[in-house]
C-alpha cells in the first residue's frame, strides 16, 4: 500500500498541521493552490486559528468518508447517520460557528459553509418589532398612574 500523500497547513497562529491529501482537497482553495504552486509549499490560512482548522478538516475527514461506497455501491454513511453527526458536531462548535462560517468561506468548503452559515442564522438573535416580554411588562409598570 503506497503512503498517503501529506498536505502541509500553516495556521494564523503559526501551527503546522499535516493533512492527508485527499482531506485538505476537500477545500477548493487549497487544491487550487496546490494545484498552481505544487505540494511542496504549506498553504497558507493567515485567518484561520489551529483550533478551527482542526474543527474544518474534522468535518471534511468525516464527510469525505461518509461518501466512500463501500463493496455494494452504497455511502459507508446513510444520510440519517451524516445529519445526526451534523448536528453533534454543530452542537459541539456551537461557539466557535461564526469562526466556522468564516474559515469556510475562506478555504472554499461549500458543504461546510451551508451548514455552519444555516446553524448560525438559526441560532442568531430574533430580530422581531416587539420588544421582548419582560421588556414590555417593565415598560408598562413605568407609564402606569
Known amino acids: 500500500m503506497a503512503p498517503t500523500a501529506r498536505v502541509m497547513i500553516t495556521s494564523s497562529d503559526g501551527h503546522v498541521l499535516e493533512i492527508e491529501e485527499e482531506v ?21 490560512a493567515p485567518y484561520v486559528s489551529r483550533e478551527i482548522l482542526g474543527k474544518v478538516f474534522e468535518y471534511a475527514e468525516y464527510h469525505l468518508d461518509a461518501g466512500k461506497e463501500t463493496d455494494g455501491d452504497k455511502p459507508t454513511k446513510s444520510e440519517e447517520e451524516i445529519k445526526q453527526w451534523d448536528a453533534d458536531f454543530l452542537r459541539d462548535n456551537e461557539g466557535a460557528l461564526v469562526k466556522l462560517c468564516m474559515a469556510a468561506s475562506y478555504l472554499r468548503i461549500p458543504g461546510l459553509l451551508d451548514l455552519a452559515c444555516q446553524a448560525a442564522r438559526d441560532r442568531g438573535p430574533r430580530s422581531t418589532s416587539r420588544p421582548p416580554p419582560e421588556v414590555e411588562v417593565h415598560h408598562a409598570g413605568a407609564t402606569s398612574s
Open 24 to 44: 485538505a482537497f476537500q477545500s477548493l482553495a487549497i487544491k487550487d493552490a496546490l494545484a498552481c504552486g505544487g505540494a511542496d509549499t504549506p498553504f497558507s
